[in-house]
C-alpha cells in the first residue's frame, strides 16, 4: 500500500530492516517452505518425509474442484452458510431468504474459529463454536445480485440483509457417537452482525472523534463488519478484528473538510464502497457523517457464554 502523506514508515521498510533475521530463520526452515504454485506443480508428495508429517501426503493438483484430506482423514461440511444458528428457517437456493431469517443464519465467509468447552472433563465433547464471517458475495446473496449487478433493484432489505450476513456466529456443538452435531435449538446461540449495539473502551470512547448525530455521547457503536483473524482470552471472551472498514463507506466530497480529516481518508483510500450501503443508510456516507469510519477499525470482545451480553470495542 502507497504511503499517503504521512511519515510514518512503510511496511515493505520494516521488512527490510528485518530481512537479515529472517535470513537466519529461514535458514533453518527452508525444507518446510511452501512452495509456489508454479513450483509445486512439479513437486512431487514424495519431495516430503511422510516420516516427519505423521500421514500420506496428497498429490498436489489445480484441476481438481474439492476438499483432499491425506488417507485415514475425512472431511464433511458441518456449518455453512444459511444454515440456521439454533431453530430458526432453513436456507433457500434460490436466494429468497428475508433479511430477518438471514439474521438468524450462519454469515458468509467464514474466517477464524474458536472452541469453547462447555463440560469439565478432558474430552471436550460439548461446547461452543465461535467464528467470524468476514465479507460477502452479493450475487449469491440476494435474487438478482447486488448493487453492482442490478443497481435499480437494490433496496434498503438488500443492505439489511448484507450487514446480518456479517459479523460472527456463536452455535451450540455436541459430539454424539463420535460425530459432532450442532444442538438446535439452542439458548447460546447468537448472532452478531454489522447493527448489532456495541459500548466502547479505551482512550477513544466518548471522544470527538467518535460521536455523531445519532451517537453525540460516542459511548454506542452500531455493528461490526470485515471481521478478520481472532483470539480467546484466558478469561474465556473471545476477540474479533475488524479490517478493510475503508470498502463500506462512501465519500464524494473530502474537500469540504479539514485538512486533517482529508488526510486521514487519503492514508485510508475511503472514497468508493464495495456495498452501496450508503444508498440506504446514510451513517454510511461519509459526507454527512464523516466521524462514523472512526467507529470502526478495532478489536471487539465479548462473553460467548452470555448471549445477551454487549460487545465492547477496544480502543487500547
Known amino acids: 500500500m502507497a504511503n499517503r502523506a504521512t511519515k510514518n514508515v512503510t511496511f515493505s521498510t520494516v521488512l527490510e530492516r528485518a530481512i537479515s533475521r529472517r535470513q537466519i530463520v529461514m535458514a533453518g526452515l527452508t525444507a518446510m517452505a511452501t512452495p509456489l504454485p508454479s513450483q509445486a506443480k512439479l513437486m512431487s508428495p514424495a519431495a516430503f518425509s511422510s516420516t516427519l508429517l505423521g500421514f500420506k501426503p496428497i498429490a498436489v493438483s489445480d484441476l481438481v474442484d474439492e476438499v483432499v484430506v491425506p488417507q ?9 452458510w444459511g444454515d440456521p444458528i439454533s431453530d430458526g428457517p432453513e436456507f433457500k437456493l434460490d436466494a429468497s431468504n428475508t433479511a430477518q431469517e438471514q439474521r438468524q443464519q450462519a454469515g458468509m465467509h467464514h474466517d477464524a474459529l474458536q472452541f469453547y468447552p462447555i463440560t469439565t472433563d478432558l474430552a471436550n465433547e460439548h461446547g461452543l463454536l465461535v467464528m467470524n464471517h468476514e465479507y460477502i458475495d452479493a450475487q449469491i446473496l440476494h435474487i438478482g445480485g447486488g448493487v453492482f449487478d442490478l443497481p435499480q433493484q437494490f433496496s434498503a432489505e438488500k443492505v439489511l440483509k448484507e450487514q446480518y450476513a456479517h459479523g460472527i456466529s456463536v452455535i451450540e456443538i455436541k459430539k454424539y457417537n463420535a ?18 449495539a456495541m459500548t466502547i473502551a479505551g482512550p477513544v470512547a466518548g471522544s470527538d ?95 460467548p457464554f452470555n448471549p445477551t451480553s454487549q460487545p465492547v470495542k477496544r480502543t487500547a
Not at 72 to 80: A, H, I, L
Open 72 to 80: 485415514g482423514y475425512s472431511v464433511e461440511v458441518f456449518y455453512r
Open 179 to 196: 460425530q459432532w452435531q450442532i444442538v438446535r435449538p439452542s439458548s447460546l446461540a447468537r448472532r452478531i452482525t454489522a447493527t448489532t
Open 209 to 303: 472523534y467518535i460521536k455523531t448525530e445519532a451517537d453525540p455521547d460516542g459511548k454506542v457503536i452500531l455493528g461490526t463488519f470485515n471481521n478478520c483473524s481472532n483470539g480467546k482470552m484466558p478469561w474465556g471472551t473471545y476477540l474479533s478484528c475488524e479490517e478493510n472498514i475503508n470498502g463500506y463507506f462512501k465519500l464524494s466530497n473530502p474537500e469540504i473538510r479539514s485538512d486533517k480529516q482529508q488526510l486521514a481518508w487519503q492514508r485510508y483510500s475511503f472514497g468508493n464502497s464495495y456495498y452501496g450501503w450508503h444508498q440506504h443508510d446514510p451513517r454510511f456516507n461519509l459526507d454527512l457523517h464523516p466521524n462514523e469510519a472512526n467507529r470502526f477499525g478495532w478489536v471487539i470482545e465479548f462473553d
